[in-house]
């Protein structure tokens, strides 16, 4: 990866509370595994997620992708 993309990721991640982006690594797998209609390994990958905000986020694109909009209702209220 380019110097100059990971340095503005780690300052993003950072911004958003974490400790490196590697901490979002997780969420950017099960965006994949969302995007390639898998959306069960999706979930069981974000919810490794360290970054709450990540995690949070990513639980609530899962959670839609398997028609359970009540909890991805629920994870969206937590990352306010």
């Given at each position: 990866m380019r110097r100059s993309i990971r340095r503005s990721r780690d300052r993003t991640a950072k911004s958003l509370?974490?400790?490196s982006a590697?901490?979002?690594?997780?969420?950017t797998r099960g965006e994949i595994l969302l995007q390639r209609h898998r959306p069960l390994?999706?979930?069981t990958e974000i919810e490794q997620e360290p970054a709450e905000?990540?995690?949070l986020t990513g639980e609530a694109l899962a959670y839609r992708a398997l028609g359970r909009?009540?909890?991805s209702n629920a994870a969206l209220t937590q990352t306010d």
């Open positions: 509370g974490a400790k590697e901490t979002y690594d997780r969420f390994e999706a979930l905000i990540w995690r909009d009540n909890d």
